[in-house]
């Protein structure tokens, strides 16, 4: 099974500076898509952003962006401008294109935005 | 419409109770699951359905039966549940692994099962 590792359980930012979430994963595939997710407390888990493996270009959504590095198998998501509404539990995940239905979800990472 | 609905929001039930969680999804995707979170971590996968067959079950006690009746409905039905067994339960559902340009999963708002 694919591994993905969020090596940071907790981060904090002030409002409208800019954070980085690290997230790698563990892989021998070569074509497999990379999620971000973002569960606010007590709220639904939304799609922040996503990366296709083939794709050399870094996805971004508006103040989301992503630095996909598939030699380093490492995939950090950049906040820029922060907000009170980013606080949220963030989470990694993985899936294969190829070999099936399955997710693969990091650990999470707490977000909290600092008036 | 890309929305995944989960029923009901709260349940409290007691360990002899019978109940269902009821998931339902109009995007015509194929693949739908049923993960358990507890706060702050991650999903924990519990079973996968593909085209409306059972394709994953990662070793869920048998206190939790799944059903798939058809391609929009996913059923968790609930029996003799343990204190322990209470979490937030997630519907999801993607496209299938083959195709499609959004191969993300969408999520249910959860439902917030306590065993008493």
């Known amino acids: 099974a694919q591994t993905v590792t969020q090596s940071q359980p907790e981060m904090s930012v002030q409002e409208a500076e800019t954070v980085t979430l690290s997230c790698t994963y563990d892989t021998s595939e070569s074509d497999y898509y990379l999620f971000w997710y973002k569960q606010p407390p007590s709220r639904q888990m939304i799609l922040v952003i996503r990366q296709e493996a083939y794709k050399q270009q870094n996805a971004t959504e508006n103040r989301f962006s992503v630095n996909f590095q598939k030699a380093a198998k490492s995939f950090s998501l950049k906040i820029s401008d922060s907000q009170l509404g980013d606080a949220a539990m963030y989470f990694c995940?993985?899936?294969?294109?190829?070999?099936?239905?399955?997710?693969?979800f990091g650990t999470g990472t707490s977000l909290t935005v600092i008036p | 419409d890309t929305e995944v609905t989960q029923t009901p929001k709260h349940l409290v039930m007691g360990m002899t109770n019978k109940k269902s969680l009821k998931c339902e999804q109009h995007m015509g995707h194929r693949a739908m699951y049923w993960y358990k979170q507890k706060a702050k971590k991650p999903p924990e996968l519990m079973f996968v359905?593909?085209?409306?067959?059972?394709?994953i079950n990662e070793s869920v006690p048998s206190r939790f039966s799944p059903e798939c009746p058809n391609s929009s409905l996913l059923n968790l039905h609930l029996h003799a549940l343990q204190p322990e067994d209470s979490a937030l339960y997630l519907c999801?559902?993607?496209?299938?692994?083959?195709?499609?340009?959004?191969?993300?999963?969408?999520f249910g708002p959860g439902t917030r099962l306590t065993v008493l």
């Open positions: 999801a559902s993607s496209p299938p692994y083959v195709g499609g340009i959004y191969n993300e999963q969408f």
């Open positions: 995940a993985y899936r294969s294109a190829n070999t099936g239905n399955q997710f693969y």
């Open positions: 359905y593909s085209y409306e067959k059972l394709s």
